[in-house]
C-alpha cells in the first residue's frame, strides 16, 4: 500500500525554522521525482519546491528560495523540507508528493500525495 506521511508542521514564529518530513512506504522512491507543495487559506496549491531523485537536482519558486531546502536521505524512504527564516505568506498546509518529473517548483505526472500538515506562522 503507497503511502506518504507528513509531519513537523506546527505553530512557528515569523523569522523561526521547521523541518517538514514525508516518510513514504510502498513504492521506490528512486523511480519519482519528489516535491513540496503548500495551500493558504483561499488560495491555490502551489509548488514549493521538487528534486530530480535520479540527478539530484532541485527547484524551487522563487518566493522560498535561499530559505528552503529540500532534501531526502540517502536510498532511504523519507524526504525534508527546511524552512528557514519563515514569513507570514508561508503559512498553510503542505503537501508532499512523488511523481513523475518535475516542471520547475511542481512535481507533475502521475503519483502519490501526502495528506498534508499544517504550518501556522505568528507575527
Known amino acids: ?18 523541518r517538514l518530513s514525508c516518510t513514504t512506504s510502498g513504492f521506490t522512491l ?11 487559506p483561499g488560495k491555490e496549491r502551489e509548488g514549493v519546491s521538487c ?10 519558486e522563487d518566493s522560498v528560495k535561499g530559505r528552503f531546502t529540500i532534501f531526502r536521505d540517502n536510498a532511504g524512504n523519507a524526504f525534508y523540507l527546511e524552512m528557514n527564516s519563515i514569513e ?15 516542471s520547475r517548483s511542481v512535481v507533475k505526472g502521475h503519483g ?4 498534508g500538515t499544517q504550518v501556522t506562522v505568528s507575527s
Not at 508561508?90 to 518529473?101: I, Q, R
Request: proline share 0%.
Open 1 to 18: 500500500q503507497v503511502q506518504l506521511v507528513e509531519s513537523g508542521g506546527g505553530l512557528v514564529q515569523s523569522g523561526g525554522s521547521l
Open 30 to 40: 528512486d523511480m519519482y521525482a519528489i516535491g513540496w507543495f503548500r495551500q493558504a
Open 51 to 60: 528534486m530530480n531523485t535520479r540527478d539530484g537536482t532541485t527547484h524551487y
Open 88 to 102: 507570514l505568506e508561508d503559512a498553510g498546509v503542505y503537501y508532499c508528493a512523488a511523481a513523475d518529473y518535475c
Open 112 to 115: 502519490y500525495w501526502g495528506q
